[in-house]
C-alpha cells in the first residue's frame, strides 16, 4: 500500500517538488523568451474536450479514479467556453501561465476547417510544449499514418492480441508485460473497431502499441505518438469505453505520456477477497424447491436443511492455494459456529482445529459470534419476509445488548483460539444493521453506539446495495463487492440450478426475477448444468471482478466459507483474477491485497481528496523544475512522479512515495508550524532508445483539408460491468 508521510496539519499547506525532467527528443521546451526569459507556469489540470464520445468520457474516468484533476469542455453545449489564447494562458504575478498540462481531444480535428479555436490549440502546444491525446481517431497523413484502406484494415478487432513495441516498453508502457488481449465477450456483437495502418513515409512517428493485420503480413499501429511542428500528439486509431479490459490495462499509459509522469492523483491496483462464515455452517439451495431450506426465501418448515460447511482437507487446500499463490485470504469468521459442532459432535470439531493450526495464513475478521440479523427484528411469516412492528406500527430492532454480545463475545472466542484478530474491523452477518432496502431503509438505531463502545472504526457494507462510504457513529464503511457464486451452493450443480433459476424468464422455467429487476438480465437460455459454471459463470465473475482491479477500485470481494466446500467453486474464479492480472502486468506492477483497514482508509482519504479537487480547493503547478501543489488544511495530497523523486525532509533528502508501476507514488500530510515545503528532485532520465526505422525525407506538406469521414460500421460499444444484483 501507499506509505503514508504523517505530519502536523496547519492551514493550507504548499509542497514543493523540484523537477528534472527530459523533454521529449526533438521538442523545444516551453520558450522561456515567451515572457521576458521567466520560464512559464503550468497548471497541473488537463483539458478534456469531448464530443460525448465513449473515447474522452473514458479518459476522464481514468482521471476521475486517479483523482487528477481536469477541465471537461462539452462541444455539444451552447453554453461551453470558447476555447481561445485566453482560455488556455494568461500570467500570474507577471509569469506567463499554460492552465493546462495536457490537451484531450475527440479526435485530431473536432473542429470545422479553418477553426479558430483548432489555431488557438496548435498554437498554444507549440508556445508551451503541452502534449495532445487524439483519444480516438481516423489513422491518416496528417495523423502521422497512412490511410488504412489498402495496406492497412478497417474493421472489427474483436480477440486480437496487441503488443507493446520496444518503444512502448521504453517508454509510458512500461508497466505491461507485452501483450494486451481485446475483449470478445460475444460472437454476435462487434465491441472494437479499429484503425490498423503503418507509419506515413516522411512522418516522425514512433509506435507504442500494435497489433496482426488481419488477413496481412505485417502489424499496424494503434497507439503511436506522432511528433511535427513542433507538437506532439499521441494517435489512437481503436474504438473503446471506459469499461473494456484493453482501455483499463493502457489507460494508465495514456495518462502517464500526457502528463510526463507528472501529476496530482495516484492510482493502483488492488485485490482482496473476504471468506465470510468460517467457522459456521451456510444454508443450501433445494434444486427441487428453488428455495434453501433453514433461510428466509422458504416458507417456514419447508424442505429439509442440509448445510454446508468446510472439511479439514478444505481448510488444508486453502492454506496450501493461499502460500502457492502468495496471497492472503480474509476469513471473516463465527466463533459461535465452531461451540455449535463441538456441542453436537461431543467436543470435536477438526475443521477449527485445522483453521486456527493455520491461523498465520490468513487475515481474520470478526464477523460477529453466531451470524444473527442484528437490524429490524424479522418477521419470516411471508415471503418476503418484513420488519415486526411493535404498538403504533413502530419497528421493533434488535437490541444494542444483542448486538454488543455478537461482537464482543466473537472477540473473546478469537482471543482464547489464538487467532490475530484486527480488533477496528467488522462485517456483520448479512451486513445486518445497515440499512436494507425495501424492508428496513434505515441503520437499526442501536448500532452506532455499540460501534463506539466496541473501538470498531470500519464496517463491511455491501456494494451493491449501500457503496458510498459513509459514517456510523465512530466506524466508517467499507463497501465490498459480492461475487455472484452463491452462498448456498458448495456444488457447481446447485450454484448453475440457482443461476438458471434467477437468470432466466418465467417462459423458460426461471423464476422471472430478471424480468422483473431494472439492473438485471435474462439469459438468452438456461445454462447447460454440465458446462455452464466454467463456460458461463466463471468467465463472466472473473471480467466483473478483474474490471474493478483495473479501474484502480480497492474495494474488496466477498464470497462464502461454502465456496472452498465441496466442490471449491470459489477458487477458479479467484484463479482467473489472479493470471488474468498476471498475464497484463509487468513485475513492476503488482497486485495488492491490503486488509480492510487500509482499504478504508484508502476510500476514507480518496474520498476527501476528490472534494476537494473537484471544488477547487487544491492547485498545482510546475515551473521549470520544481512543481508547488497548495492544498486545505489537513487533506492528505497525493501525486505521481517520475521514479527516483526525493523531498527535502527536515533531516535531509527522502525518497517520495513507492515505486509502482514505472513512478512512485504516495500519500502527503501537512504540515507543521508554518506550512510545510516540500523540494523533490527528479533525476534527469535518458531518452528511450529510438527502435524505429530511418525515415525517408519528408514529403512537401499538405494543405489542411476536411477531415475524411469515419467509414460506417464504427462501433460505439455499450459499457458493460453493471452490478448484477
Known sequence: MKRKLRTTALTVGVLLFGLVTPVAPGIPAAPAAAAGDQEPRVDLRVLVVTDGGPATAA??????????????????????????????????????????????????????????????????????????????????????????????????VDGIRAGVTAAGRAGPFGYLDGTVPFEDNSPAISESYAFLSRPAAGADFTTYVDAPLPGKAGRGSLIGEYRHDGR???????????????????????????????????????????????????????????????????????????????????????????????????????????????????????????????????????????????????????????????????????SPTEIDRQISANRTWAERAGLPLRDGELVTGEHSGLKLLP???????????????????????????????????????????????????????????????????????????????????????????????????????????????????????????????????????????????????????????????????????RAAWDAAVKSGRVTAHRIGDRVTVEAPDGLPVTATMPSGTTWTAPDGPTAFGTPYAGTVSGWVRQAPPGGLTLTLTLPAAPAPPDTRTPAPPAAAPRAPGPRPPVPAGVVRPVPYGAERR
Open 59 to 156: 479518459i476522464a474516468a481514468e482521471l476521475d479514479g486517479a483523482g487528477t484533476p481536469y477541465t471537461l469542455v462539452d462541444l455539444r453545449r451552447q453554453d461551453r467556453p470558447v476555447i481561445d489564447r485566453a482560455f488556455l494562458a494568461d500570467t500570474v504575478d507577471g509569469r506567463p501561465r499554460a492552465r493546462f498540462q495536457a490537451v484531450v481531444l475527440p479526435n485530431d480535428a473536432p473542429f470545422p476547417a479553418g477553426s479558430g479555436e483548432m489555431a488557438a490549440l496548435v498554437a498554444y502546444e507549440k508556445t508551451y510544449a503541452v502534449p495532445q491525446v487524439d483519444a480516438y481517431t481516423y489513422a491518416q497523413p496528417r495523423t502521422g499514418l497512412e490511410a488504412p484502406v489498402g495496406a492497412g484494415y478497417l474493421g472489427s
Open 439 to 605: 424492508q428496513q431503509p434505515d441503520d437499526n438505531p442501536g448500532l452506532a453506539p455499540v460501534l463506539a463502545a466496541n473501538g470498531v472504526a470500519w464496517l463491511g457494507a455491501d456494494n451493491s446495495r449501500d457503496p458510498v462510504q459513509r459514517r456510523v457513529g465512530p466506524a466508517l464503511t467499507v463497501a465490498r463487492h459480492p461475487i455472484n457464486i452463491f452462498y448456498n451452493a458448495g456444488r457447481i450443480a446447485e450454484q448453475v440450478d440457482e443461476y438458471n433459476w434467477i437468470y432466466t424468464s418465467r417462459a423458460q422455467g426461471g423464476s422471472g426475477l430478471c424480468e422483473d429487476l431494472p439492473t438485471t438480465t435474462c439469459l438468452d437460455a438456461p445454462l447447460d448444468p454440465a458446462t455452464g459454471y466454467a463456460g458461463h459463470i466463471v468467465p463472466l465473475e472473473t471480467r466483473v471482478a478483474l474490471g474493478h482491479v483495473l479501474a484502480g477500485d480497492p474495494r474488496p470481494h466477498f464470497i462464502h466459507q461454502s465456496n472452498l466446500a465441496e466442490d471449491r467453486i470459489g477458487y477458479p474464479v479467484l484463479d482467473g483474477v489472479l493470471d488474468g492480472y498476471a498475464a497484463l502486468f509487468a513485475d513492476n506492477t503488482p497486485l495488492l491485497n491490503p486488509p480492510m483497514s487500509d482499504i478504508g482508509a484508502e476510500l476514507r482519504d
Open 232 to 398: 506532439r500528439e499521441l494517435v489512437i486509431t481503436f474504438a473503446y469505453n471506459q469499461y473494456q479490459q484493453q482501455f483499463r490495462a493502457l489507460a494508465r499509459g495514456i495518462v502517464d505520456w500526457m502528463t510526463q509522469e507528472v501529476r496530482l492523483g495516484a492510482s493502483r491496483h488492488s485485490f482482496s477477497v473476504h471468506v465470510d462464515d468460517v467457522f459456521a455452517e451456510d444454508d443450501r439451495w433445494d434444486t427441487a424447491l428453488d428455495c434453501t431450506p433453514g433461510d428466509v426465501d422458504c416458507a417456514p418448515g419447508e424442505g429439509t436443511r442440509d448445510p454446508i460447511r468446510m472439511s479439514p482437507d478444505d481448510v488444508r487446500h486453502a492454506a496450501r492455494w493461499s502460500r502457492d499463490r502468495g496471497y492472503t485470504l480474509d476469513l471473516a469468521f463465527n466463533g459461535g459456529g465452531s461451540v455449535e459442532h463441538r456441542e453436537a459432535n461431543g467436543g470435536a470439531d477438526p475443521t477449527a482445529d485445522r483453521l486456527i493450526a493455520d491461523r498465520d495464513t490468513f487475515r481474520w475478521i470478526n464477523h460477529t459470534y453466531d451470524h444473527p440479523y442484528l437490524g429490524c427484528e424479522q418477521d419470516v411469516s411471508t415471503v418476503p419476509w418484513t420488519c415486526a412492528t411493535g404498538p403504533g406500527g413502530t419497528t421493533r430492532w434488535v
